[in-house]
């Protein structure tokens, strides 16, 4: 009686350690969603500065 106890426990335990583990790997891609979510930002805003300055540099130049 005593090992057929014991298997149930052990499963319940598992369980409840991947449920865990779960809940951590969810939260992790949240987290990096939102990082990338913000890299995309900035490479953005960096692209229309480095275009505002290749016209500035364009036009600059057609004066000469």
Same mark, same amino acid.
């Given at each position: ?5 014991? =298997?149930? =426990? !052990?499963?319940?335990?598992? @369980?409840? #350690? !991947?449920?865990? @583990?779960?809940?951590?790997?969810? #939260?992790? =891609?949240?987290? @990096?969603?939102?990082?990338?979510? $913000?890299? *995309? ?5 960096? *692209?229309? $500065? !480095?275009?505002? =300055?290749?016209?500035? *540099?364009?036009?600059?130049? $057609? *004066? !000469?």
């Amino acid at each position: 009686m005593f090992w057929p106890m014991f =298997a149930i =426990a !052990l499963g319940f335990v598992g @369980l409840a #350690v !991947l449920g865990v @583990l779960a809940v951590r790997v969810f #939260v992790e =891609a949240q987290r @990096l969603g939102r990082q990338v979510t $913000d890299s *995309a930002r900035r490479i953005n805003r960096a *692209a229309e $500065d !480095l275009e505002r =300055a290749a016209e500035s *540099a364009a036009r600059s130049v $057609d *004066a !000469l």
